[in-house]
């Protein structure tokens, strides 16, 4: 059975708890998902500085994932620290926001992005976009907070 872990960026465990029994309900069989919280950090993510610090505390994390994990899922809407993750960890990793706006943008179709945060739209936004270049970005009609 692959183990894929679910990180949340922030330092909810109720949260972690929450999301990681969302995702066991929807895997398939074959794959255990266990949740892990961040150690530092804040509690919601609400400003940039506070997706910067969960970037480091994500990236904290690469050692016990490298051990653990077949897969990760960093569970927080800007991705923080996935890429830097990927470039440590030998395993697939992806975000909820690259994975969402793949599937977004199946097909050709165009999406948008709205976050419950307007502080966080040059981070969640084209602008802030992690460095690597998703198709999918191609299809965005825009963002709003």
């Given amino acids: 059975m692959q183990?894929?872990?679910?990180?949340?960026?922030?330092t909810s465990e109720p949260l972690t708890a929450l999301m990681a029994e969302i995702a066991r309900e929807n895997a398939p069989a074959c794959f255990r998902i266990d949740g892990l919280t961040a150690r530092f950090g804040a509690p919601l993510l609400t400003n940039e500085a506070e997706v910067?610090?969960?970037?480091?505390?994500v990236?904290?994390?690469a050692p016990e994932l490298a051990q653990s994990a077949d897969a990760v899922i960093v569970s927080a809407f800007g991705d923080p620290g996935?890429?830097?993750l990927a470039a440590l960890l030998e395993r697939p990793v992806v975000g909820i926001a690259e994975a969402s706006m793949r599937a977004a943008a199946a097909n050709g179709r165009r999406f948008?992005?709205?976050?419950h945060t307007g502080r966080l739209v040059s981070t969640h936004g084209l602008a802030?976009?992690?460095?690597?270049?998703?198709?999918a970005l191609r299809r965005c009609a825009g963002d709003r907070g």
Avoid at 3 to 10: A, D, E, G, K, T
Avoid at 112 to 115: E, L, N, Q, R, S
Avoid at 128 to 135: E, I, K, N, T, Y
Wanted: charged fraction near 35%; glycine fraction near 4%; aromatic fraction near 4%.
């Fill in 52 to 57: 910067d610090e969960a970037a480091r505390a």
């Fill in 82 to 84: 996935a890429d830097e």
């Fill in 112 to 115: 948008a992005v709205v976050t």
């Fill in 3 to 10: 183990r894929i872990v679910l990180v949340n960026p922030n």
């Fill in 59 to 61: 990236r904290a994390l």
């Fill in 128 to 135: 802030g976009r992690r460095d690597r270049a998703w198709s």
